[in-house]
């Protein structure tokens, strides 16, 4: 077992630019999240993968954002044309989960903060 | 929706005093609950987890949690804290169908005083 990984682990851009965050989950683990996070509060879901489909995107999700998991491994986050207010530490988590029922801990990565310019 | 929420932002204890945080969440239907803790410079971790049996659960370093339906809460708790508790903690709830869908609160820091 050897964690979630997320790359980079900094990531600081100017403000209209695109930029695709990774996250490889532990392996087999068949649910993947991205959350986002700011100061002083805690994670904010974005969406979710079960296996290669996502299942779930938030509803206060802007459309700038995309995700996809193509393999049903890694997963990929893209923010397009960025704002200042995407700033923010964004982690990924992974989970066990072959009932589907959603009492399986998730297993967080370090997180890509983002800092826009 | 579902939400989240944590009676403290922060609570700073002297060693050996007892910790209760509390967690209510506002959601009618079956609930998975959880409890992370995360250490400075660290990432979130599991502290425990409850999703039905006996309402009271045990987690790692001597945390325990208590599940009243009635109130809707999930509150943590540990005896005696120690310095190395210090940390932020998270409770969180996962609802829904498939159960797809994490809530977490704002968050608890505490500070443990040596």
């Known amino acids: 077992d050897t964690g979630v990984s997320q790359d980079p682990r900094h990531k600081i851009t100017k403000r209209g630019q695109n930029v695709t965050f990774r996250c490889d989950p532990i392996s087999e683990h068949n649910r993947l999240y991205w959350y986002r996070q700011t100061l002083g509060q805690g994670p904010e879901f974005l969406t979710y993968f079960q296996n290669e489909a996502q299942l779930e995107k938030s509803r206060l999700l802007s459309d700038r954002f995309s995700a996809e998991r193509p393999k049903g491994s890694f997963s990929t986050l893209e923010i397009q044309r960025t704002e200042q207010g995407d700033s923010a530490m964004y982690l990924c988590a992974s989970s066990a989960d072959p009932g589907g029922n959603g009492n399986q801990p998730q297993h967080f990565g370090d997180g890509t903060r983002l800092s826009i310019l | 929706a579902q939400s989240v929420s944590q009676h403290n932002h922060h609570v700073i204890l002297s060693e050996a005093a007892s910790l209760e945080l509390g967690c209510n969440y506002s959601y009618g239907g079956t609930v998975n609950l959880f409890w992370y803790v995360q250490y400075p410079g660290q990432h979130l971790q599991l502290l425990l987890k409850?999703?039905?049996?006996?309402?009271l659960v045990k987690g790692i370093k001597g945390f325990e949690a208590e599940f009243i339906k009635s109130k809707f809460s999930f509150n943590l708790r540990k005896p005696s804290v120690q310095w190395s508790d210090t940390a932020e903690y998270f409770c969180?709830?996962?609802?829904?169908?498939?159960?797809?869908?994490?809530?977490f609160g704002p968050g608890t820091r505490l500070s443990v005083l040596p």
């Open positions: 409850y999703f039905s049996g006996d309402p």
């Open positions: 969180a709830v996962n609802a829904g169908n498939y159960g797809q869908n994490f809530v």
